[in-house]
């Protein structure tokens, strides 16, 4: 069974050591990294697609529609989830 998916989604987005880490509230235990915004997206998408398949299912491809941030550091930012 998957789990409900949200319509609007709030990342928690870091910045240390020159790396962003981010997490999902919806989603525990979802967190992700890049050394740039872009790669950041990629990688919570991957993040969410894995979370979202079933055991023994393909991850279906996650598009995040609307992710930014503007000022790095400790900010929430929001993104609409888009699920294939």
Do not use: C
Not at 9 to 18: A, G, P
Not at 36 to 65: C, F, K, T
């Amino acid at each position: 069974m998957q789990p409900e998916m949200p319509t609007e989604l709030h990342v928690k987005v870091r910045l240390e050591d020159n790396s962003f880490w981010a997490t999902v509230d919806e989603y525990p235990g979802v967190f992700a990294a890049g050394d740039s915004l872009d790669e950041l997206r990629e990688s919570l998408e991957e993040a969410i697609a894995l979370y979202l398949a079933g055991p023994d299912e393909q991850p279906r491809p996650v598009n995040l529609v609307g992710f930014e941030l503007q000022t790095p550091g400790e900010v929430p930012a929001t993104a609409a989830l888009e699920y294939a």
